[in-house]
């Protein structure tokens, strides 16, 4: 539990994690300051950046909070710490926003908006587009089917201004997600255990399971450099993405026909690369996917063996 302390209103916070992404970083700030309330507290959890470059964006930004990071505990457990810090400074919202976004001037204006009538709202996300092509959607939130297969919603649909009102979603990404406090009290913080990825999903599915509402504010604007089809894959990718979703379907009880479903997919993706020739590039991702199976069946949680992410 968290002890509130006084903090002006609205009592957000907004956490950014660079991971050795000092350009992205420095960009992202900057939007951030250039919408936010001047009560809203920005802090910077930094894996990487030297001393100089820290000091050049708090000179920038002479309001921002940094906090250097020994380790990288991946998406989950670094952005815990920042959480647990913007609760301890009395936030009532917590903004999580990847280091390659950009967000609107009135982006956080929205979310507030989004949830100002809503007691019931525990997460709320922007619209998400793609950076390099900034007038297409990456996701306006997220659903789980009925086989709990996880897919973003108008995912590379043009913006045209057809998404206007507040709905519930599923979950919403992670790349940039506000989360109130009463939620985090009731339910806790990211799982640790999946490192990267599905986390976000997992958090909004406990949400849910709990009575709090999940929501897309597609007025407020995200733009995110991450998530475009077509750039190259790390194998760690693979690796988390197999192992987490079953983490995922294990954790909340799924039926049975998510598991088949989910064990069909992933043999038939093995299948696919051990047909394919023999490149170092596909012995690499197949033996990343057949070590989250293996790992999802010791029940190993955290990182990706002998893996930097």
Known sequence: MWTRIAVAQPGVAV?????????????????????????????????????????SLQGTHPRLQVVPLSENRGYAGN???????????????????????????????ELMAAVEARPNAGVVGPLVCHYDSPAVIQSSGGRLDARWRSFHLSQDEPDRGQLTEVRQVD??????????????????LLDERFFN????????????????EILNAPRAKVWHKGGRAGRPVDPSVGYYMTRNRFLF??????????????????????????????????AAHRAA???GIRDFLRQRGGPMPLARR
Do not use: K
């Not at 350009?23 to 930094?46: H, K, N, Y």
């Not at 919403?172 to 506000?178: F, K, P, R, S």
């Not at 990825?197 to 709090?212: D, H, K, M, S, V």
């Open 79 to 109: 952005n815990n710490i920042g959480v647990r810090l913007a609760l301890d400074q009395g936030a009532d919202w917590v903004l999580l926003l990847n280091e390659d976004t950009r967000i609107d001037p009135r982006c956080m204006a």
């Open 197 to 212: 990825y599905w986390e976000e999903t997992e958090f909004c599915l406990r949400a849910r399971r709990n009575g709090w």
């Open 15 to 55: 956490v950014v994690l660079n991971y050795h992404r000092f350009l992205d970083t420095r960009e992202c700030l900057s939007s951030v300051f250039a919408s936010a309330d001047p009560s809203v507290r920005v802090i910077l959890l930094d894996l990487g950046s030297s001393s100089d470059q820290l000091a």
């Open 249 to 282: 379907l294990a954790r909340h009880r799924a039926p049975l026909s998510a598991w088949i479903t989910a064990w069909a997919e992933t043999l038939r993706t093995l299948a696919a690369m051990t047909a394919r020739p023999n490149s170092p590039a596909t």
């Open 289 to 291: 996917v057949t070590q």
């Open 171 to 188: 979950w919403v990404a992670g790349c940039a997600m506000q989360m109130r406090r009463g939620l985090i009290e009731r339910i806790g």
